[in-house]
């Protein structure tokens, strides 16, 4: 059995200058779908698959990302006289306890695999779970819980996968397979932005990562890949010989909203599944389409 995944890493350094100018002072993190940023998302999946922790390794200026999950006394209490009870819920539903909540500043952005590192100390000797806010997951069960508990049966590495589009390959870090089991596909090999005539597969890796702290062994070397980048992929795959590396093939779609179309998308599907909204949105998607 693999031991517990008690913490989370969320890398949120980005500039995000896909979402110019709406990120000129707001974290792209803190964009809306629907009435929640898009990284509060990320914390409820990662809560209800049993995270206690979490680290944000976060860049200058995007402060309101820890503030977002910190208590708010002024607009508690404004609350609290108006007898706003469901919204003060709501305000207080998104707190992490004090202690549970860390911040580590990536100063350069230079790339996914040295933000993930600068999380070294915070996480220690544990497994652990990487969180890309960007990716959103509609699923039955979250998406991290279903790796969890992949993981507690195979340990290692264990990613959330989906066969994306050949001519997409160059997008994502792919993966060589060795076998498939089920939803698991064991791999040989893993390779960051292959062009589709030389990617190994379509099975592409989305932001959702449970790893073995011997990555960081990989990390510490600061070696760069694609992109002049430090990449967590290149990593990974250097330490394939060490402990198992599975793809998980996770049920539920995927949204990915670093990109403005792919941002639009998740709106209109997470407000299709919204409980309140789909039912008066329905009719007006549909009168849209028609036009
Ligand atoms: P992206 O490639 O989407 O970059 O990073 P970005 O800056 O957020 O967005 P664009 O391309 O400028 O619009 C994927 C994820 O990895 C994080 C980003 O914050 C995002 O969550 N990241 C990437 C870091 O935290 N540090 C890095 O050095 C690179």
Redo the contacts with the bound molecule.
């Keep these: 059995m693999a031991q517990r995944v008690r913490k989370a890493v969320l ?9 110019l100018p709406a990120t000129k002072v707001i974290p ?2 803190m964009i809306p779908v629907i009435d929640k940023p898009v990284v509060q998302y990320a914390i409820e999946e990662a809560r209800a698959a049993g995270i206690e922790e979490f680290i944000f ?1 976060s860049a200058e200026g995007k402060q309101a990302i820890p503030a977002h999950f910190s208590a708010q006394p002024n607009l508690e209490r404004q609350l609290e006289e108006k007898g706003k009870t469901a919204e003060l819920k709501l305000v207080r539903d998104a707190i992490i306890p004090p202690g549970k909540i860390h911040t580590v500043i ?1 100063h ?5 695999g ?2 993930v590192w600068c999380a070294k100390e915070l996480v220690g000797n544990e497994p652990f779970a990487v969180i ?3 990716d959103m997951v509609l699923s039955d069960v979250p998406c991290l819980r279903q790796l969890i508990d992949a993981h507690a049966k195979v340990g290692g590495h264990v990613v959330a996968v989906e066969d994306v589009a050949k001519d997409q390959t160059n997008r994502y870090g792919i993966l060589d397979v060795l076998s498939e089991e089920g939803r698991l596909a064991k791999a040989k090999g893993l390779v960051e932005k292959p062009a589709p005539d030389v990617a190994p597969s379509t099975l592409a890796i989305i ?1 959702r990562y449970i790893l073995d702290p011997i990555v960081f062994v990989e990390l510490d070397k600061k070696l760069t890949g694609a992109g002049n ?1 430090i990449q967590l992929t290149d990593a990974l795959s250097r330490t394939l010989g060490a402990v198992p590396f599975h793809g998980y093939r996770f049920e539920g779609k995927r949204y990915d909203c ?1 990109t403005r179309v792919g941002f639009v998308e998740a709106n209109v599907a997470f407000g299709l599944a919204h409980p309140e909204m789909r039912d008066r949105l329905r009719p007006l998607v549909e009168a849209l389409l028609k036009n």
């Design positions: 890398p949120v350094a980005g500039l995000g200058t896909r979402f792209k993190e390794v990536q350069n952005p230079l790339g996914l040295h933000a890309l806010p960007d932001g980048e670093g």
